[in-house]
Every structure is written in structure tokens, then in C-alpha cells.
């Protein structure tokens, strides 16, 4: 998606090396959206519109993260962050 693209690019040209924290949003349905965001660049991830169709998507997206760094042997969120390959 374009916005995960945007976030990328903005925390590569400025974000990173300013320090300046970036919300990521826009289409974020499942663990694996908010994931993309992360990252991409993302420091927090809105969920929005997903609430309406369904009020407990973003405990379930929390859940998701949660199982996928366990999976994956993430201790702590921040080490996401950018981490996405070129």
C-alpha cells in the first residue's frame, strides 16, 4: 500500500536521523497491516475504520503483534521499528 511506501520514505529521509516519531495508518485491518507499518517506520499505528466493522479488532491486532514477536524472538517492539529491507 501507498502508506506503508510513505511511512518508509519518510522515516528514511527524516525520521530516523531526527528522531521524530511517526503514526502509521490507513487500511489497518490485521496483526500483519500494523506489523507492515512497523516496519516500515511506524512508531504507533492508528486503527480506525477496522473498529467500526468490528469494535475489538485493535485488541486483536495487539494480540497478533504480540504472538508474531514471540514468534519471531522480538523482545521489545522498538527493535522493529525500520527494520524493513530494501
Known sequence: PIAVYLVNKVYS?????????ILGGGGIRTPSDAIEFIIAGATA?????????????AVRI?????????????SNIKDLIGKLKD
Open 13 to 21: 529521509e527524516v525520521a530516523k536521523s531526527a528522531g521524530v516519531p
Open 45 to 57: 499505528v492508528a486503527v480506525g475504520t477496522a473498529t467500526f466493522i468490528e469494535p475489538d479488532s
Open 62 to 74: 495487539i494480540e497478533g503483534i504480540k504472538g508474531y514477536c514471540v514468534r519471531k524472538n522480538v
